[in-house]
Structure formats: C-alpha cells, structure tokens
C-alpha cells in the first residue's frame, strides 16, 4: 500500500488497528512500513495516547499484527483441547477465565461475544495467511464448529452459540458431541477453587497449574502452546515482549500478558516441564531465567534481539504507585490501604482491598493520609491502580453485622466513616480525588468530600446504595443536597428542580456512562477535570494538587444553611410517584426513599 503512494508521501504512512469497540477498547496497534518516517509515528502514537486515552503497541506487517495472532492462535488451540480432552463448554470456561488470568469472557463465552462465525472465518484466514508458520494447522477449528455456523449457532447475535436461554429463561449449554443443548451446569474443579482463594492473577495462574484434575490439564495444554507460540513470534510480530504483554491485556482484557506469565510460573520450571513433555522448546527461552527484572530504579525487560535487559518506556512524568511502591515510597500502610509520598510535598492514599471497597482499615488510613499531608506536606491526592476505583463499603461485613445483631458496630464504622468524609472535606490541604472505572456507592461519598475531581474518561459513578435497600451513609445524600442549596443560591432561584434531578438520581440509583455526564449529574462541578489516558491519572491528579496549593483556602463548616421544608419533601414524594409509576414501590423502597 505505501509504495502505491507518490514517494514524498510514504514517510507519513502507517496502519491504525483499534480494537472494536473503539471507546471501550484500549489497545491501538500502529504498523509502519519501512518507509514511515520515525517522528511521524512517534507523534501519532504520542496524539492517540494524550489525546484519545490508547494504549498503543508498534507491531509489524504480518497477518493480524500482535494481538490477534496471538489471541486467534490461544482460542483456536483452546477449543482444539476441549474437544481433544472431552471437556465441557462450562468446564472450559471456568479455568480459561480469572483462574487463568484471563477475563471472565473465557473461552466459549469469548467466542459468543466475536461471533462464532466471525471467528471461523478469521481463522480460516490466518491458515491461508500463515504459509511458513509451523503452527499452522492449528487455525483449522473442529468440525463443529462450521456445523455450528450452518445452523446458525454464531453467538449472542443469534442468540444462540455456545449458549443460549431456554424459552423460561433458564441458560442451556451446547454439547459440541452430540449437536445439541442441555442445561448449563456448574463445574466443580478443585484448582480452581484453589484460585479462588488466591490474591493475584499470577498467584492464581500458578495454582491452577500446579492443579492435576481436567480443567487444570486442559488450561496447562492451552496456555503451554500459547506460551510457546508466542515466544517463536519474536521477533516476527514484534521487537518488544513489553509491546506484546501489553497487546494482550489491551486488547484481549489479560490480567498478565504471555511473558509475564512466563515470569509467574518461572521460566525454567515452565522449560522443564515442557520437555518432559517431549515438546520441543525454542533455544531462546533456554537461555533466560525471567523476562522482567526490576532493579529499584525502575522496571526492565528481557529485549531478545541484544540478549541485555532494558529500561520499560515510561511515559514523560507518569505516576506508577507500583514502582513507587519498589522504590520505598509508602510512608504508611495496612492491609486495605497505604499513603505514598509522591514528592513536592504531595502525598497519595491509595486503596488496595478486595475491590477497593471501604471498611475499617481502610477509614483508619484515610485519617491518617489527612493528617499527613497537613502535617508534612501541600496537599492529598486519592488514587489507586485497582481494576476499579471503589465498589462502595464493603456490603459482605455489613450483611454478616446485620446477621448476627452487632448494630453498634455497623454504628460506629458509619460515624467514622461520615468523620472521615468531614475531615477530607476540611483539610487544611487541598484533596484531588482522580476516580476511574467502578466509583460506586462509599466510592463516590470519597469522591464528593474532595476540594476537586481529575477522573478518567471513563468513570462509572454514583450513589446506588438504594439498588440494594440501603442508604447512602458517608455523607453523600447530604453533599448532593449542598449543592443543590448552593446552586440555587448562586442563581436566586428556587432549589426544587436542582434538589429534585439529585434526589431522582440517588433514588433510582443512576450511575454515568462516562466522566463528561457527571458535569450534568453534578457529581462533578466547574475546575474538575478529565483525563483520557489512564496512565496520566494520577499525574494529572498530582497537578491539580499543586496547582490549588499556591493560593489555598480551606473550606470552612457551612452556617445558616437554607435547608428546604416539608413543602419540598412532600414535593419530592409526589415526584417519587410519578417516576415509579410503572413500577409502584414497595413500602420498604417508599421509606428509605
């Protein structure tokens, strides 16, 4: 295609491939040709990271660049195994998913998702591509998969694939043996019950393959050749084994990229094993002990063309908490939660409980990252790497409180959870909350008690106690209602309509589709701003900070507030009516409302 081109126009020339859908997707593989002028691509790959939030790999021009060479080869050897070991489409599922790190689409839910025949004809493709790839026999799917297509078995589209819902409701399940379907059962594999119980993605791969039962010879069979494929692809697709780990958590949603994985089980322990096997294994990972090392400096990587680790790229004055954390910077921390100093006078609570949700130890670091960064330091920021910012309180302890009586308990965690929001909201300091993904329920009450909000573009936030019969307890009811006085003061105007979209908002527990819609649900206010690349969050965040620090006022307690009367509840109710009208609440949802 570029030597189609007039010869002063290859230089700017490359290929784009985003991974569909777009928004949601992170991964952006950029391809030049020979003739790509290097500052061309580095300034697009630069443009699309600032500006359009993507991760961005370069591979080379070969057929499905790095992800979907890799990801097509792992699903096509996927069902090729389940059909060799007589495993069932749940059993596959359930150890190809998280146990495996890998996302909760899994295997035969993946192949739903993309289409049944979608990926048989990509495969058929990648066959008639790949000539001179040892593997390439592979990418001939079973039998019944083109008799699955025929009958128009393709996957959600058709509502019916791997799986599909019986006329009441209830999920079926395709046996691939027989060509039809039977209800969907519950697998029972003790590896991965053993993964469950386990912290981390590589905590859980290892598990897993340290399991003898099917599901965990099945996943050892699949991730083996995945591995090794991928390992024969260097440098083939890619140079960089970062760009190809990254490929695959961008694009196919991995909690750890292949290499990566590699590091997890051991890379010996993984040769050893694979020659006991009989497998031949590729002189080069004979030779390497770990792919990643990391110095305290900073990350490196194994780079196969010099034989030498590298320094990772990072991005110009991005914050990781992770390598911070390597290079001594928690100044406090327990088991939910750590402060890091982030230097200039900064300092970041960060939490890292299961789903970042909020209890005890959590409310008992938040106090503590306040009083430092008034004691030592400019200001506060409120982020973390997690896979989402906060789920809320954590409702497993409440519900276990509500069980057995222990109402003082529940009590007290409530008051010092509203404490806490108190003090984040009067710091002598400035509070910058940088929220991302899950910001729910408790999640949001952090965010709302903050001087300002950096969150990423796509930010999934609200007030949903009310969806679970609850609540919301940490002062968020009452933030909401603030504004709602203040906006009406500002404009001398009656506070009705702004208090009414808040109270409707908590009521039917909404929640934003993405950061911009939090400006029209007030969760997020004039001087807030937004991030597109994730990896600038906590930078930008860190900015902010700075920035409110020159010339910082600490807000003081609210006086004489205007709060609305009965006239406005009875208001407020009526319009409850009208908004459930279709479906009348009961009276428990009517009090709590």
Known sequence: MAEALPERLRKNFLATHFFNPPRFMRLLELVPSKYTDPDILAGLAGFCSLRLGKGIVCGKDTPNFIANRIGVFSICNGVHHMAKMGLTVEEADAVSGPATARPNSALCRLLDLVGIDTMKLVAENSHRLLVDDEDREMFRLPGFVAAMVEK???????????????????????????????????????????????????????????????????????????????VKRIPEIADSIVDVDNAMKWGYNWSLGPFEMLDALGVQNFVRRVEAAGLAVPEALKKVDSFYRDTGTGPLAWNPAIGEFLEVPTKKGMIDLRTLYRRGSVVEKNGDASIHDLADGVFC???????????????????????????????????????????????????????????????????????????????????????????????????????????????????????????????????????????????????????????????????????????????????????????????????????????????????????PGRNIAARLKGSLRTLMADSPPTEYESAIA
């Not at 060509?179 to 003790?190: D, M, V």
């Open 349 to 563: 609570l960060e939490f890292h409980s299961k789903m970042n949700t909020i209890d005890m130890p959590t409310l008992e670091i938040v106090g503590k990252a306040i009083a430092r960064a008034e004691r030592e330091g400019i200001g506060l920021v409120i982020g973390n790497h997690g896979r989402v910012f906060s789920a809320g309180a954590n409702l497993a302890k409440f519900a276990t409180a509500i069980e057995a009586g222990r109402f003082d308990s529940l009590d007290e965690i409530i008051r010092v959870f509203q404490a806490n929001m108190m003090a984040l909201k009067y710091a002598s300091v400035p509070v910058v909350a940088a929220p991302f993904n899950l910001t729910l329920g408790g999640g949001c009450e952090v965010i709302l008690h903050a001087d300002a909000v950096n969150a990423h573009a796509e930010t999934t936030m609200g007030l949903v106690e009310i969806g679970v019969g609850l609540i919301p307890a940490g002062g968020g009811t009452k933030e909401m209602a603030v504004r709602a006085i203040e906006l009406a003061a500002s404009y001398h105007t009656e506070v009705l309509p702004f208090l009414e979209k808040h109270f409707q908002n908590i009521v039917m527990a909404r929640v934003s589709s993405s950061a911009d819609e939090l400006f029209t649900m007030g969760l997020m206010r004039r001087g807030d701003s937004v991030t597109m690349d994730i990896d600038n969050l906590i930078a930008d965040a860190k900015r902010k900070v700075v920035a409110l620090a020159g010339n910082y006022r600490p807000r003081q307690p609210l006086e004489k507030i205007a709060a």
């Open 152 to 230: 128009g078995l393709t996957g959600r589209k058709a509502r019916q694939g791997f799986y599909r819902r019986d006329t009441d409701g209830s999920s079926q399940s395709f046996d691939y043996a027989s060509g039809s379907y039977r209800p969907t059962l519950q697998p029972k594999a003790a590896s991965v019950d053993a993964a469950t119980r386990c912290p981390g993605p590589a905590e859980k791969l290892k598990a897993v393959m340290a399991g003898n039962d099917p599901v965990a010879r099945f996943a050892w069979c699949n991730l083996r050749d995945t591995l090794l494929y991928t």
